[in-house]
């Protein structure tokens, strides 16, 4: 069965700090993995979309990491805002499917 | 561009009642999706269409029906609605579909609450 694991379930940093989410997944055959954002009572928003040859992937402070031997992700946020308070989501896709594994999402809460 | 639309915002049934969402996008996506998110779950897929007059069941289509007789409109029918329904029910649409690595787009989401 396919699973996407994230950690940690919810942090909390103060604003300025860099801090990194995590994602397990165990998709097969893997085709493309991304991060979202999704701030309270919106729809998710993408970051990142990262494919089996892509290691790294960056969207202003937003760098996402990928190994696909080891089937881990990471996210890390550089110089944290209070707009950076949210669910990060972490999405992958099989090769071929049309119904993507979501992960529960690491609520992130920047305090000042 | 309004991206993809969703109405209502809010909404409160009571068991057995119907009622239909409704999902618009204007970026010519073929591809078009519903989810639910629920408290300490991931997103999960009810319905999806590839095409006007082509869709097919999710991972969790039980109680819901769709159709798409547009390229820009895809509306979520509850045909009887249960307690067990109430979720935040997200659209989202793109190019292609998500196993070819296009961008998703998601609409701002209704809150459904069944009593």
């Known amino acids: 069965k396919n699973q996407v694991e994230q950690s940690p379930q919810s942090l909390i940093i103060l604003e300025g700090k860099n801090c990194t989410l995590q994602c397990n997944y165990t998709v097969s055959p893997f085709s493309n993995l991304r991060w979202y954002k999704q701030d309270t009572g919106r729809g998710p928003v993408s970051l990142t979309i990262?494919?089996?040859?892509?290691n790294t992937k960056s969207n202003g402070r937003y760098t996402a990491t990928l190994d696909a031997d080891t089937k881990q992700s990471s996210l890390h946020i550089t110089a944290s805002q209070l707009s950076d308070s949210a669910s990060y989501i972490c999405v992958v896709s099989a090769g071929g499917s049309y119904i993507p594994t979501f992960g529960r999402g690491t609520s992130l809460i920047v305090h000042p | 561009n309004a991206g993809v639309t969703q109405t209502p915002k809010f909404q409160v049934l009571k068991t057995g009642q119907s009622m239909t969402l409704q999902c618009a996008q204007d970026m010519n996506h073929e591809y078009m999706s519903w989810y639910r998110q629920d408290p300490g779950m991931g997103l999960r897929l009810i319905h999806y269409?590839?095409?006007?007059?082509?869709?097919d069941q999710g991972e969790v289509p039980n109680g819901y029906n769709v159709s798409r007789s547009t390229t820009e409109d895809f509306p979520l029918r509850l045909l009887s609605a249960a307690p067990s329904q109430t979720s935040v029910y997200f659209c989202?649409?793109?190019?292609?579909?998500?196993?070819?690595?296009?961008?998703?787009?998601f609409g701002p989401g209704t809150r459904l609450t069944v009593t």
């Open positions: 990262m494919t089996f040859s892509e």
């Open positions: 269409s590839v095409g006007a007059g082509i869709t």
């Open positions: 989202a649409s793109s190019y292609g579909s998500t196993g070819n690595s296009y961008e998703q787009y």
